[in-house]
């Protein structure tokens, strides 16, 4: 809920200003600190959730197993996160393949994006954008709060420099194990999960906007 919609709940004549609310609303998170269920602010307002260190035990209660996603629609998704507005065109100029029409149902499905208008060029192709709905998954407040390219691509070399060791080490080992899948190949439900391999794939962009320059 959004501190605007907390004081609809009180009658006119009663409702407290909305900085107030929002110091309540403060002051309960820090009351939460400590407890295994948080007070967190994403896009559309405040909402209790479990926190994350503790996510993957709470999500043993429940049957139902989240959906898997491609590579290819997290690549997309990246994509239209930091160019956005983007067109399917220019989506596909920089991935250097088609994009598929199920991937962009799939991310119009779940409200990750929306068209936020049409590109004044022939055919008017669709411009699409995030929604609120994708910060609320993320666990984000705005696009701000996703990492810079130059971020991505010092984690990037940072990672190189610690996985070559164990590749070697790996290497030579004799196994008759299939050798494990990468990070984003194995990819799982979590929306930590999902981030990571959102900045796997922004790290194309990265690139393309180095040697554009």
């Not at 994350?52 to 139902?64: D, G």
């Not at 959906?67 to 100029?93: F, H, M, N, V």
């Not at 936020?116 to 995030?130: D, I, N, Q």
């Not at 666990?139 to 130059?150: G, R």
Request: glycine fraction near 4%; include cysteine.
């Amino acid at each position: 809920m959004t501190c605007k919609q907390v004081q609809q709940v009180f009658p006119e004549i009663e409702q407290p200003e909305i900085q107030e609310i929002q110091a309540a609303c403060e002051a309960i998170k820090e009351d939460y600190r400590f407890r295994p269920v948080e007070l967190k602010q994403v896009a559309s307002g405040y909402r209790f959730q479990v926190r994350k260190e503790l996510s993957r035990w709470v999500s043993r209660l429940f049957e139902e197993k989240p959906p898997k996603y491609s590579r290819a629609l997290l690549e997309t998704l990246a994509i239209i996160a930091y160019r956005q507005p983007a067109t399917r065109g220019d989506i596909e100029d920089i991935r250097g393949v088609g994009v598929s029409s199920s991937i962009i149902h799939t991310l119009l499905e779940r409200e990750w994006i929306r068209v936020v208008a049409h590109k004044e060029v022939p055919g008017r192709p669709a411009l699409y954008g995030t929604t609120k709905q994708f910060l609320d998954y993320f666990n984000i407040t705005s696009l701000n709060e996703l990492p810079t390219l130059q971020e991505i691509q010092e984690l990037d070399l940072s990672l190189d420099t610690t996985q070559q060791p164990m590749q070697v080490k790996s290497e030579e080992q004799e196994t008759t194990e299939q050798i494990p899948q990468t990070a984003v190949e194995q990819f799982s439900e979590t929306a930590e999960q999902i981030t990571e391999t959102i900045g796997q794939a922004a790290k194309t962009i990265a690139r393309l906007s180095t040697t554009t320059e």
